[in-house]
């Protein structure tokens, strides 16, 4: 099980004298937490540590902080945290105290951490395309039962009979929703899946 942000959040923090801002952000690719990043870095900063990952995708950059210090602890906290598709930018201004290696590497990983600990998180679901022809006549009553199977209706196109719906559901629902779809139309609506 793993979870993403459902918006994005930031925390700030000082340690000694170098000033910290995690910035957090919910992405579905590596363009998107690319984007991110451009967007939100400060040229003004000392350095702008992130980490991302999307699935099997993942990428870090300590940008200027020694090897190991600032990226690969940021992308720990996103996999202690149990993320996916989520991005982390760690922004830090120098205040002119060295904090050493394993300094660094506790303030941009906790950092890190103490961000997406903050943010409000939502379970990551995996999934599967499908489609079912509905009759005008039973068309609200199947509307009206998708969010019972946490189906998402991905589109919808109508001829002289009723509606093609393309829909999106949770591997474990697509059983009972063929079966209640099945009964709703009296065997007249069947839910396919790839």
């Known amino acids: 099980m793993a979870f993403t942000l459902v918006a994005p959040c930031e925390y700030r923090e000082e340690i000694r004298k170098s000033r910290f801002l995690a910035l957090a952000a919910p992405v579905e690719s590596a363009q998107q937490a690319l984007a991110f990043i451009d967007q939100h870095r400060d040229s003004n900063a000392s350095h702008n540590c992130w ?9 870090f950059s300590d940008d200027g902080e020694p090897g190991g210090t ?9 996999e202690g945290q149990v993320h996916d598709q989520v991005v982390v930018l760690v922004i830090r201004w120098y205040g002119g105290i060295p904090l050493g290696t394993g300094g660094l590497a506790r303030a941009y990983g906790g950092s890190a951490a103490k961000c ?3 943010g409000e998180r939502v379970e990551l679901v995996t ?12 068309l609200e009553r199947v ?14 196109h109508f001829d002289a009979e009723g ?12 059983q009972a929703a063929a ?14 899946w790839d």
């Open 70 to 78: 600032a990226g690969r602890p940021i992308l720990a906290a996103i």
């Open 143 to 156: 509307r009206a039962r998708l969010a019972d199977w946490q189906a998402l209706l991905e589109a919808e």
């Open 179 to 192: 079966e209640q779809l099945a009964n709703l139309g009296r065997g007249q609506i069947r839910l396919t």
């Open 127 to 138: 999934r599967i395309g499908a489609r079912c022809h509905v009759p005008f006549a039973e």
């Open 163 to 174: 509606a093609e719906l393309h829909l999106a559901l949770p591997q474990e629902q697509l």
């Open 51 to 59: 980490a991302f990952k999307c699935g099997a995708q993942y990428r």
């Open 116 to 118: 997406l600990q903050g």
